[in-house]
C-alpha cells in the first residue's frame, strides 16, 4: 500500500528513517518516508506500510488460518493458531474483548474449572470407595448448588450460602482485578500483614510468591514454559469437563462417576445416543 502527501518543501531534504512497530502477535508494520526530490518546492512524501510474514514457531497447528497466523506467533503457552472468531485479532480489539484480557481469563477460568472437575465428582467417587458417609456423597447438583435439584442441611440454607459466596468472591475478585490493571499494586496495600507476599510477578496470569507458587515450580525458563502450557491445556479440558457435568445432570439425573460406571458396565445401553432423553 502506498500513499502520496504533498507538503511544502523545507531547507534541505529530511530523511526519516524507517519505524517499526510491533503488534501483538509479533507481526511487524514498517512505515517509511523518503522525499523525491531534495530542492523541489514541492516534496512529495510516500508512506508505504508492509506487514512481515508471521514467525514460524515449531508447534502444532490446529484449524489454523493465514490471518490467525498473522498475529498467533506462537509466543503465548497453549498457541496452536485456533481463533476462528478473531477474538485475539488485536486490530478487531475492543471493549471488553481485548486479547491481553482473554489470555488472562482463560487461565484464571481453567483454573477454576480444574478445581470445580475435581471437586464436583471427588465426593461421589469416595462415597463409592466408602471413604465418606453416605450422606455425602451426592451429586454435585444434589448439594444444594441447584436448590430445586436437591439440598443439604448445611449450617445455614443454600441461598444464605449463595449470598455469602458471592460477597467473598466479589472481594476477590475485586483485588484480583486491581492486580491485573496495576501489577504490583496489591503489594503496596496493607492486607493484614500479608501484603509481602502479594506484590506479584509482574504478570497478573501468574504472580507466583509464597502464596501463589509455594512449591516453586517452574525454576527455570523452559521447565516455566511446559508449565505454562500443561496448565492452559488442562484448564480447557476441564472447562470442558464442567461443561459436560451440566449436560449429563440434565439428561441422566445422575452424577458424573455414575454415568462411568454405567457405561462401563453396559457400553451400549448406556452412551451418548441412548442418554439423549430429558429425565
Same mark, same amino acid.
Given at each position: 500500500?502506498?500513499?502520496?502527501?504533498?507538503?511544502?518543501?523545507? $531547507?534541505? $531534504?529530511?530523511?526519516?528513517? *524507517?519505524?517499526?512497530?510491533? %503488534?501483538?502477535?509479533?507481526?511487524?508494520?514498517?512505515?517509511?518516508?523518503?522525499?523525491?526530490? @531534495?530542492?523541489?518546492? +514541492?516534496?512529495?512524501?510516500?508512506?508505504?506500510?508492509?506487514?512481515?510474514?508471521?514467525?514460524?514457531?515449531?508447534?502444532?497447528?490446529? &484449524?489454523?488460518?493465514? /490471518?490467525?497466523?498473522?498475529?498467533?506467533?506462537?509466543?503465548?503457552?497453549?498457541?496452536?493458531?485456533?481463533?476462528?472468531?478473531?477474538?485475539?485479532?488485536? /486490530?478487531?480489539?475492543?471493549?471488553?474483548?481485548?486479547?491481553?484480557?482473554?489470555?488472562? $481469563?482463560?487461565?484464571?477460568?481453567?483454573?477454576?474449572?480444574?478445581?470445580?472437575?475435581?471437586?464436583?465428582?471427588?465426593?461421589?467417587?469416595?462415597?463409592?470407595?466408602?471413604?465418606?458417609? /453416605?450422606?455425602?456423597?451426592?451429586?454435585?447438583?444434589?448439594? !444444594?448448588?441447584?436448590?430445586?435439584?436437591?439440598?443439604?442441611?448445611?449450617?445455614?440454607?443454600?441461598?444464605?450460602?449463595?449470598? %455469602?459466596?458471592?460477597?467473598?468472591?466479589?472481594?476477590?475478585?475485586? +483485588?484480583?482485578?486491581?492486580?491485573?490493571? @496495576?501489577? !504490583?499494586?496489591? !503489594? @503496596?496495600?496493607? &492486607?493484614?500483614?500479608?501484603?509481602?507476599?502479594?506484590?506479584?510477578?509482574?504478570?497478573?496470569?501468574?504472580?507466583?510468591?509464597?502464596?501463589?507458587?509455594?512449591?516453586?515450580?517452574?525454576?527455570?525458563?523452559?521447565?516455566? +514454559?511446559?508449565?505454562?502450557?500443561?496448565?492452559?491445556?488442562?484448564?480447557?479440558?476441564?472447562?470442558? *469437563?464442567?461443561?459436560?457435568?451440566?449436560?449429563?445432570?440434565?439428561?441422566?439425573?445422575? !452424577?458424573? &462417576?455414575?454415568?462411568?460406571?454405567?457405561?462401563?458396565?453396559?457400553?451400549?445401553?448406556?452412551?451418548?445416543?441412548?442418554? %439423549?432423553?430429558?429425565?
Amino acid at each position: 500500500m502506498a500513499t502520496t502527501v504533498a507538503c511544502k518543501s523545507v $531547507a534541505g $531534504a529530511v530523511f526519516a528513517p *524507517a519505524q517499526e512497530q510491533r %503488534l501483538m502477535g509479533g507481526s511487524a508494520l514498517r512505515v517509511s518516508v523518503a522525499p523525491l526530490g @531534495k530542492n523541489a518546492a +514541492r516534496t512529495s512524501v510516500i508512506v508505504r506500510a508492509t506487514a512481515n510474514k508471521p514467525v514460524k514457531a515449531n508447534r502444532q497447528l490446529i &484449524f489454523a488460518s493465514e /490471518q490467525s497466523l498473522s498475529y498467533l506467533d506462537g509466543s503465548l503457552p497453549g498457541d496452536y493458531g485456533f481463533d476462528p472468531l478473531g477474538l485475539s485479532d488485536p /486490530q478487531g480489539a475492543g471493549g471488553f474483548i481485548d486479547p491481553n484480557w482473554l489470555r488472562y $481469563a482463560e487461565i484464571i477460568n481453567g483454573r477454576f474449572a480444574m478445581l470445580g472437575a475435581a471437586g464436583a465428582i471427588a465426593p461421589e467417587i469416595f462415597g463409592k470407595l466408602g471413604l465418606i458417609p /453416605q450422606e455425602t456423597a451426592l451429586p454435585w447438583f444434589q448439594t !444444594g448448588v441447584i436448590p430445586p435439584l436437591g439440598q443439604y442441611n448445611y449450617w445455614a440454607d443454600p441461598y444464605t450460602l449463595f449470598v %455469602l459466596e458471592i460477597a467473598l468472591m466479589g472481594f476477590a475478585e475485586h +483485588r484480583r482485578a486491581q492486580d491485573y490493571y @496495576k501489577p !504490583g499494586s496489591m !503489594g @503496596k496495600q496493607y &492486607f493484614l500483614g500479608l501484603e509481602k507476599g502479594l506484590g506479584g510477578s509482574g504478570d497478573p496470569a501468574y504472580p507466583g510468591g509464597p502464596f501463589f507458587n509455594f512449591l516453586g515450580f517452574g525454576k527455570d525458563e523452559k521447565s516455566l +514454559r511446559d508449565l505454562k502450557v500443561k496448565e492452559v491445556k488442562n484448564g480447557r479440558l476441564a472447562m470442558l *469437563a464442567i461443561l459436560g457435568y451440566f449436560i449429563q445432570a440434565i439428561f441422566t439425573g445422575v !452424577g458424573p &462417576f455414575q454415568n462411568l460406571l454405567d457405561h462401563l458396565a453396559d457400553p451400549a445401553a448406556n452412551n451418548v445416543l441412548t442418554n %439423549l432423553k430429558l429425565h
